[in-house]
């Protein structure tokens, strides 16, 4: 009943940059927070970065600096914007964004996933 679709990984030269998109879809009530996390080969799914609904934001060490989270409550979009792109950058972005939905007698919050988009950095 609710979908996230991530759109603009790719290829990318290391110094350089890439902005993703997450646009979440279906029978929302509301969004609260929302978030980027990343999976390389071999690795755990790791968070990236985070931002609530009045916009507060939380990113990993290794992002800090170079990554910045963004959201439009009106589009129930989410983007990051990747600065001096690391080769370890490289993995697949899952887009996460916890929604409030109505069930048969009561709504409920839940975690939804998109399906991801792979970044790879590299000369």
């Known amino acids: 009943q609710v979908q996230l679709v991530e759109s603009g990984g790719g290829l990318v030269q290391p110094g350089g940059s890439l902005r993703l998109s997450c646009a979440a879809s279906g029978s929302i009530i509301s969004i609260n927070d929302m978030g980027w996390y990343r999976q390389a080969p071999g690795k755990e799914r790791e968070l990236v970065a985070a931002?609530?609904?009045?916009?507060?934001?939380n990113y990993a060490d290794s992002v800090k600096g170079r990554f910045t989270i963004s959201r439009d409550n009106a589009k129930n979009t989410v983007y990051v914007q990747m600065n001096s792109l690391k080769p370890e950058d490289t993995a697949v972005y899952y887009c996460?964004?916890?929604?409030?939905?109505?069930?048969?007698?009561?709504?409920?919050?839940?975690?939804?996933w998109g399906q991801g988009t792979l970044v790879t950095v590299s000369p």
């Open positions: 931002i609530v609904s009045g916009g507060t934001t």
């Open positions: 996460k964004a916890n929604a409030v939905v109505a069930g048969p007698t009561y709504h409920y919050s839940m975690d939804y």
